[in-house]
């Protein structure tokens, strides 16, 4: 029997190497080398339906039936006297429930160095339901057949010199020796010499509080590569009163490769050009990067628990955004530009990609949008654009640009039906003002001349500058001929009026030739060369006067400004 002192002292330890084995999701108990129980987990509580309190430091007789009792003293006193570790399946009575139940036990005898037994070390698997399926009845018979390994992390039992006095599988695979070496072998054949300052402490913390850790340090395997380790243990005391220390061992090989990872990840998210934005699975802005902030001025603290439809421009519609939802939802992802503001208000251009992070159970647990800042690429498309495409000096489309609507309204005009008219304006007499007054008043009076023009083209129309002093517009469904002539008339009335060059007046005239589509020709290229004939005849005619397109020429119409 032991004595009240030292059952006082192994119910304080035994709490403590309790809070270790609660890990363990199967039963678990101890028992000293009486049958006394010393130490359960909360799993074998609720497998037993019992408590420990109430049955520490008794053989739990008052609780089970007789013949139950009879049964598991026979069991102890069997593993006690062969030292081998034996597994079976008996019946239990579970007191909360009250019922009886079927488990799968497996008993260990744990002796000393000196072949003294000191504990009774036992797990037990509810399989009342499993022995109604015989596969799962051989799923639970592997795991019983390892249940000294008793969770996925190594477990072993040292006296306070070192001596491995028991371990498991898992421990022996972390180590790499064979058993038998192992068991030569002691607590700091494996530690690496420079951490014996770390060591130092953890002893004195075991001596002080009877536990140790965690903390994480390094074994040397057998082949003299090292693996790191994270420790935790306890110091109890046996029914020889002889302390031993339980130490739960877990390789962090695969942490400390995660752990780098997400330093790496964190780095990465931190010094990233792009701006990171994560919102939650209600779109409340969670975090931001520094890039984030840099981009858009807005600092976390501003921002955080908000939608991210602060930063909206306003240039997309209701149906953008459905589009950007559905796209998430239905592929998880969203790749695109979009056009936010600014903290200071100022539009800016983002290409934006838009990823969801899904919990276990499929469920949305993170929005993660990642965006670079493309305003001043959009600028710079933008210039490379209109250089291509407009004039410079009138802002008007290029002969480039005109081509392009040309060729746009020639099949729009395809499909309604409706005809469309071009005209072909030459400024008569420019090239005596360009001569005699020089290049820089010939610019102004073609930029004067633009938008002359321009006043009598309708928004629907086009008109562009070919180069020189020649414009076109095109007049899309136009309804009849006298809407043409009518423009025709009205912009060469503009363009007789005087054009101020600074100290100088400048007078010109236009010649405007017309021709019709598909009327006159069922083309572009053939639209061009008619307009260009017809602005001909129109200067043959006398000049500041407008002519239709005509194969005969004699036939062609025409009218002088004011006609």
Not at 240 to 247: A, E, F, K, T, V
Not at 362 to 384: C, H, N, P, W
Not at 396 to 405: G, I, S, T
Not at 463 to 473: K, N, P, Q, S, Y
Request: aromatic share 10%; proline share 3%.
């Amino acid at each position: 029997m032991l004595s009240q002192t030292l059952f006082a002292e192994s119910r304080f330890l035994s709490q403590k190497i309790r809070d270790v084995v609660n890990t363990i999701p199967a039963a678990f108990f101890v028992k000293d080398s009486h049958s006394k129980i010393i130490l359960m987990n909360q799993a074998c509580e609720e497998q037993w339906g019992l408590a420990f309190d109430d049955v520490y430091g008794t053989d739990a007789s008052q609780f089970f039936p007789p013949e139950q009792m009879q049964w598991f003293l026979e069991k102890d006193r069997e593993v006690f006297a062969g030292g081998q570790q034996i597994d079976f399946e008996e019946n239990f009575w579970n007191e909360k429930r009250k019922e009886n139940r079927i488990g799968h036990t497996v008993k260990k005898p744990i002796y000393d160095s000196d072949g003294k037994p000191l504990y009774l070390v036992g797990i037990t698997i509810d399989i009342t339901e499993c022995k109604q399926a015989s596969e799962r009845l051989r799923a639970s018979d592997e795991k019983l057949r390892s249940l000294f390994e008793l969770a996925p992390v190594g477990i072993a039992l040292n006296d306070m010199q070192g001596r491995f006095i028991e371990f498991n599988d898992a421990f022996q695979r972390i180590c790499d020796y064979p058993r038998d070496e192992l068991r030569a072998l002691d607590y700091w054949a494996l530690t690496p010499r420079e951490y014996g300052e770390q060591e130092a402490l953890q002893l004195k913390s075991l001596s002080e509080t009877g536990c140790y850790g965690p903390y994480e340090k390094e074994y040397i395997r057998r082949d003299g590569s090292r693996v790191p380790v994270r420790l935790n243990g306890v110091q109890v005391q046996g029914t020889d009163g002889q302390p031993c220390i339980w130490s739960i061992v877990e390789n962090i090989t695969e942490h400390r490769r995660i752990e780098e990872s997400m330093k790496l990840a964190s780095l990465i998210y931190q010094s990233s050009s792009e701006g990171i934005m994560v919102t939650d699975e209600l779109n409340r802005i969670v975090d931001v990067n520094p890039a984030f902030t840099r981009i858009t001025g807005y600092e976390l603290a501003e921002i955080k628990g908000r939608n991210p439809r602060l930063m909206q421009s306003g240039m997309h519609s209701t149906e953008f955004y459905q589009q950007f939802w559905n796209a998430i939802h239905g592929r998880g992802s969203w790749q695109g530009e979009i056009w936010d503001r600014r903290k200071d208000g100022q539009l800016m251009a983002k290409w934006v990609n838009v990823s969801v992070i899904r919990s276990e159970d499929g469920k949305i647990y993170r929005y993660v949008a990642q965006f670079s800042d493309i305003t001043e690429k959009k600028r710079m498309d933008e210039l490379i654009w209109r250089q291509a495409n407009f004039d410079q000096l009138t802002d008007l489309p290029n002969r480039r640009l005109f081509r392009d609507r040309l060729e746009q309204e020639i099949k729009k005009a395809n499909r309604t039906g409706m005809p469309l008219a071009l005209l072909f304006i030459d400024l008569d007499h420019f090239k005596e003002i360009n001569d005699t007054l020089g290049h820089d008043k010939g610019d102004i009076l073609l930029t004067e001349a633009s938008q002359r023009i321009r006043r009598w083209v309708r928004e629907t129309d086009t008109l562009a500058r070919l180069g020189g002093d020649e414009f076109t517009v095109v007049i899309p469904d136009f309804g009849n001929t006298a809407t043409i002539e009518r423009i025709a008339q009205h912009i060469i009335q503009e363009l007789n009026a005087p054009f101020s060059l600074g100290s100088e007046q400048g007078r010109i005239s236009a010649s405007i030739g017309i021709t019709i589509y598909p009327a006159d020709a069922d083309t572009l290229e053939d639209l061009l060369k008619q307009a260009d004939r017809a602005m001909y005849l129109a200067k043959m005619r006398g000049r500041n006067c407008y002519a239709y397109y005509s194969e005969t020429p004699h036939a062609a119409s025409g009218a002088a400004a004011g006609e």
